[in-house]
Protein backbone atom coordinates (compact mmCIF):
# COMPACT_ATOMS: atom_id res chain seq x y z
CA UNK A 1 0.00 0.00 0.00
CA UNK A 2 1.27 3.16 -0.51
CA UNK A 3 -0.69 4.92 1.66
CA UNK A 4 -3.86 6.11 -0.02
CA UNK A 5 -6.59 3.10 0.56
CA UNK A 6 -9.75 2.85 -2.08
CA UNK A 7 -12.89 0.84 -1.26
CA UNK A 8 -14.65 -0.61 -2.64
CA UNK A 9 -11.88 -1.92 -5.36
CA UNK A 10 -14.92 -3.20 -7.75
CA UNK A 11 -18.74 -2.02 -7.77
CA UNK A 12 -21.55 -2.80 -9.93
CA UNK A 13 -24.93 -0.62 -9.88
CA UNK A 14 -27.96 -0.57 -11.51
CA UNK A 15 -28.85 2.91 -12.89
CA UNK A 16 -31.17 3.88 -9.98
CA UNK A 17 -29.27 2.58 -6.81
CA UNK A 18 -26.95 4.87 -4.98
CA UNK A 19 -23.71 4.36 -3.58
CA UNK A 20 -20.61 5.79 -2.50
CA UNK A 21 -16.94 5.03 -3.13
CA UNK A 22 -14.51 5.93 -0.20
CA UNK A 23 -10.79 7.09 -0.40
CA UNK A 24 -8.68 7.41 2.67
CA UNK A 25 -4.83 8.91 2.98
CA UNK A 26 -2.54 9.11 5.94
CA UNK A 27 0.35 10.90 4.40
CA UNK A 28 -0.45 13.54 6.02
CA UNK A 29 -1.24 15.48 2.62
CA UNK A 30 -3.91 18.29 2.18
CA UNK A 31 -4.93 17.73 -1.22
CA UNK A 32 -7.30 15.06 -2.48
CA UNK A 33 -8.78 14.39 -5.71
CA UNK A 34 -10.93 12.19 -7.86
CA UNK A 35 -10.12 11.22 -11.12
CA UNK A 36 -11.79 9.53 -14.12
CA UNK A 37 -9.98 7.02 -16.17
CA UNK A 38 -11.77 5.49 -19.22
CA UNK A 39 -10.40 3.32 -21.33
CA UNK A 40 -7.89 5.48 -24.71
CA UNK A 41 -8.75 8.95 -22.75
CA UNK A 42 -6.46 11.27 -20.22
CA UNK A 43 -6.85 10.51 -16.79
CA UNK A 44 -10.07 13.49 -16.51
CA UNK A 45 -10.27 15.84 -13.13
CA UNK A 46 -13.47 15.40 -11.80
CA UNK A 47 -12.84 17.40 -7.98
CA UNK A 48 -10.27 18.78 -6.29
CA UNK A 49 -9.61 19.21 -2.42
CA UNK A 50 -7.71 21.33 -0.41
CA UNK A 51 -7.90 21.67 3.54
CA UNK A 52 -11.65 19.85 2.86
CA UNK A 53 -12.32 22.53 1.00
CA UNK A 54 -13.38 22.33 -2.77
CA UNK A 55 -11.60 24.34 -4.73
CA UNK A 56 -12.39 22.74 -8.36
CA UNK A 57 -15.82 21.23 -10.00
CA UNK A 58 -14.48 19.92 -13.09
CA UNK A 59 -17.96 20.64 -14.94
CA UNK A 60 -18.85 17.24 -13.47
CA UNK A 61 -22.86 16.08 -13.27
CA UNK A 62 -24.97 16.18 -10.75
CA UNK A 63 -25.14 12.36 -10.20
CA UNK A 64 -21.32 12.77 -9.07
CA UNK A 65 -21.37 14.52 -5.36
CA UNK A 66 -18.13 14.38 -3.20
CA UNK A 67 -17.55 14.98 0.22
CA UNK A 68 -14.52 15.94 2.06
CA UNK A 69 -14.87 15.38 5.97
CA UNK A 70 -11.63 16.23 6.99
CA UNK A 71 -7.87 16.39 5.13
CA UNK A 72 -8.07 12.11 5.49
CA UNK A 73 -11.07 11.07 3.88
CA UNK A 74 -13.07 11.74 0.66
CA UNK A 75 -16.06 10.28 -0.71
CA UNK A 76 -17.60 10.19 -4.16
CA UNK A 77 -21.76 9.69 -3.88
CA UNK A 78 -23.19 8.42 -7.11
CA UNK A 79 -26.81 8.09 -7.75
CA UNK A 80 -28.61 7.51 -10.91
CA UNK A 81 -26.05 6.75 -13.01
CA UNK A 82 -25.67 6.32 -16.60
CA UNK A 83 -24.15 3.47 -18.25
CA UNK A 84 -21.42 5.71 -19.86
CA UNK A 85 -20.30 6.17 -16.25
CA UNK A 86 -18.30 3.05 -16.22
CA UNK A 87 -14.87 3.81 -15.52
CA UNK A 88 -11.54 3.42 -12.95
CA UNK A 89 -12.45 5.86 -10.16
CA UNK A 90 -9.06 6.97 -8.70
CA UNK A 91 -8.48 9.10 -5.63
CA UNK A 92 -5.22 10.76 -5.43
CA UNK A 93 -3.76 12.98 -2.45
CA UNK A 94 -0.68 15.49 -2.78
CA UNK A 95 1.60 17.69 0.03
CA UNK A 96 -0.39 20.48 -1.19
CA UNK A 97 -1.94 22.32 -3.75
CA UNK A 98 0.90 23.74 -5.43
CA UNK A 99 1.69 22.54 -8.98
CA UNK A 100 5.10 21.38 -7.77
CA UNK A 101 3.93 17.53 -6.29
CA UNK A 102 3.60 14.67 -7.89
CA UNK A 103 0.04 12.54 -6.51
CA UNK A 104 -0.02 9.48 -4.79
CA UNK A 105 -2.54 7.28 -6.39
CA UNK A 106 -4.88 4.96 -4.85
CA UNK A 107 -6.17 1.58 -6.68
CA UNK A 108 -8.87 2.59 -7.84
CA UNK A 109 -12.76 1.73 -7.87
CA UNK A 110 -13.51 -0.48 -11.07
CA UNK A 111 -17.10 1.15 -11.51
CA UNK A 112 -19.41 -0.80 -14.02
CA UNK A 113 -23.19 0.50 -14.28
CA UNK A 114 -25.66 -1.91 -15.58
CA UNK B 1 -6.63 25.19 -19.59
CA UNK B 2 -3.82 23.14 -20.04
CA UNK B 3 -3.75 20.44 -22.78
CA UNK B 4 -1.38 17.43 -23.28
CA UNK B 5 -0.96 15.44 -26.51
CA UNK B 6 0.97 12.35 -25.82
CA UNK B 7 2.64 10.10 -28.46
CA UNK B 8 2.57 7.19 -29.96
CA UNK B 9 -0.25 5.89 -28.75
CA UNK B 10 1.42 1.94 -28.27
CA UNK B 11 5.12 1.39 -28.30
CA UNK B 12 6.92 -2.03 -29.02
CA UNK B 13 10.35 -2.69 -28.41
CA UNK B 14 12.77 -5.65 -28.13
CA UNK B 15 14.52 -5.95 -24.76
CA UNK B 16 17.45 -4.31 -24.35
CA UNK B 17 16.15 -1.56 -27.04
CA UNK B 18 15.53 2.20 -26.19
CA UNK B 19 12.12 3.67 -25.83
CA UNK B 20 10.48 7.51 -26.24
CA UNK B 21 7.53 8.89 -25.68
CA UNK B 22 6.92 12.20 -26.57
CA UNK B 23 4.48 15.50 -24.96
CA UNK B 24 3.15 18.68 -25.94
CA UNK B 25 1.42 20.95 -23.96
CA UNK B 26 -0.52 24.58 -24.53
CA UNK B 27 -0.32 26.32 -21.47
CA UNK B 28 3.09 28.35 -21.17
CA UNK B 29 2.71 29.19 -17.02
CA UNK B 30 2.96 24.88 -17.06
CA UNK B 31 6.48 24.27 -14.65
CA UNK B 32 6.09 21.11 -13.38
CA UNK B 33 6.02 17.68 -15.53
CA UNK B 34 5.74 14.11 -13.79
CA UNK B 35 5.26 10.82 -14.96
CA UNK B 36 3.50 8.34 -14.52
CA UNK B 37 3.92 4.26 -14.74
CA UNK B 38 0.41 2.45 -14.78
CA UNK B 39 1.30 -1.60 -14.65
CA UNK B 40 -2.10 -3.89 -15.95
CA UNK B 41 -4.63 -3.56 -12.91
CA UNK B 42 -2.81 -1.27 -10.82
CA UNK B 43 -2.46 2.29 -9.46
CA UNK B 44 -0.28 5.09 -11.89
CA UNK B 45 3.01 5.43 -9.82
CA UNK B 46 5.16 8.30 -10.12
CA UNK B 47 8.57 7.27 -11.92
CA UNK B 48 10.12 10.85 -12.24
CA UNK B 49 9.52 14.15 -12.53
CA UNK B 50 11.49 17.76 -14.07
CA UNK B 51 10.83 21.45 -13.08
CA UNK B 52 11.31 23.95 -15.73
CA UNK B 53 14.15 25.25 -14.90
CA UNK B 54 15.96 21.88 -15.67
CA UNK B 55 16.06 20.64 -18.84
CA UNK B 56 17.31 17.61 -18.55
CA UNK B 57 16.93 14.99 -15.68
CA UNK B 58 18.43 10.47 -15.48
CA UNK B 59 17.60 8.26 -12.51
CA UNK B 60 19.09 4.76 -13.79
CA UNK B 61 17.70 3.94 -17.16
CA UNK B 62 15.08 6.49 -17.55
CA UNK B 63 15.60 10.79 -18.01
CA UNK B 64 13.45 13.54 -18.97
CA UNK B 65 14.24 16.02 -21.16
CA UNK B 66 11.98 19.62 -21.19
CA UNK B 67 11.90 21.70 -24.10
CA UNK B 68 10.39 24.95 -23.16
CA UNK B 69 10.75 26.93 -25.65
CA UNK B 70 8.75 23.94 -27.77
CA UNK B 71 6.21 23.08 -25.10
CA UNK B 72 7.69 19.30 -25.10
CA UNK B 73 8.96 17.11 -22.97
CA UNK B 74 10.06 13.28 -23.29
CA UNK B 75 10.71 10.12 -21.62
CA UNK B 76 13.60 7.88 -22.19
CA UNK B 77 13.83 4.86 -20.87
CA UNK B 78 17.44 2.89 -22.05
CA UNK B 79 17.95 -0.91 -21.99
CA UNK B 80 14.14 -1.62 -21.91
CA UNK B 81 13.44 -4.90 -19.71
CA UNK B 82 9.60 -6.65 -20.12
CA UNK B 83 9.03 -5.30 -16.68
CA UNK B 84 8.72 -2.11 -18.27
CA UNK B 85 6.01 -3.15 -19.96
CA UNK B 86 3.02 -0.93 -18.44
CA UNK B 87 1.00 2.39 -19.92
CA UNK B 88 3.29 5.46 -19.48
CA UNK B 89 1.27 8.92 -18.55
CA UNK B 90 2.91 12.43 -18.80
CA UNK B 91 1.69 15.20 -16.73
CA UNK B 92 2.04 18.92 -17.21
CA UNK B 93 1.10 20.92 -14.37
CA UNK B 94 0.33 24.68 -14.62
CA UNK B 95 -3.23 25.21 -13.28
CA UNK B 96 -4.02 22.36 -12.73
CA UNK B 97 -2.61 18.68 -13.34
CA UNK B 98 -3.44 17.73 -16.86
CA UNK B 99 -2.69 14.31 -17.86
CA UNK B 100 -1.73 12.65 -21.56
CA UNK B 101 -3.59 9.87 -23.04
CA UNK B 102 -0.66 7.04 -22.03
CA UNK B 103 1.31 5.01 -24.05
CA UNK B 104 1.41 1.21 -24.07
CA UNK B 105 5.06 0.25 -24.21
CA UNK B 106 4.80 -3.20 -25.00
CA UNK B 107 8.70 -4.77 -24.13
CA UNK B 108 9.41 -8.13 -25.96
CA UNK B 109 11.57 -10.56 -24.68
Known sequence: ?114 | GENVEQHPSTLSVQEGDSAVIKCTYSDSASNYFPWYKQELGKRPQLIIDIRSNVGEKKDQRIAVTLNKTAKHFSLHITETQPEDSAVYFCAASGNDMRFGAGTRLTVKP
Open chain 1, 1 to 114: ETGVTQTPRHLVMGMTNKKSLKCEQHLGHNAMYWYKQSAKKPLELMFVYNFKEQTENNSVPSRFSPECPNSSHLFLHLHTLQPEDSALYLCASSPALSMNYGYTFGSGTRLTVV
